[in-house]
Nanobody
Framework: EVQLIESGGGLVQPGGSLRLSCAAS????????MSWIRQAPGKGLEWVSL????????IYADSVKDRFTISRDNANNILYLQIYSLKPEDTAVYYC??????????WGQGTQVTVSS
């Protein structure tokens, strides 16, 4: 059974940083690209970033590049999202998802990030 469990969210002041984690199990993690997606309150899903299976290529949404860094630890089956210079508009539930081709076939339950002073 595929499981994706996000953690690391919380309440952060503007300008702060967070590192989100996604622990994966139930599949061969090192064989699949992975993505982060977020959903702000009252808004739709926004794809944020993806990393290929061997961790040598990453793509970011224009809205987050230069502040977000995706990485992965294939030895321990963990996907990360480092977020710098947090803004109130980064407030959202952040999800990790396994990719199958360009599709997102399994999602975690999400972790809440709230940016507020």
């Amino acid at each position: 059974e595929v499981q994706l469990i996000e953690s690391g969210g919380g309440l952060v002041q503007p300008g702060g940083s967070l590192r989100l984690s996604c622990a994966a199990s139930g599949f061969t993690f090192s064989s699949y690209a992975m993505s982060w997606i977020r959903q702000a309150p009252g808004k739709g899903l926004e794809w944020v970033s993806l990393m290929n299976s061997v961790a040598d290529n990453a793509i970011y949404a224009d809205s987050v590049k230069d502040r977000f860094t995706i990485s992965r630890d294939n030895a321990n089956n963990i996907l990360y999202l480092q977020i710098y210079s947090l803004k109130p508009e980064d407030t959202a539930v952040y999800y990790c998802a396994k990719m199958r081709g360009w599709a997102l076939d399994y999602w975690g339950q999400g972790t809440q990030v709230t940016v507020s002073s």
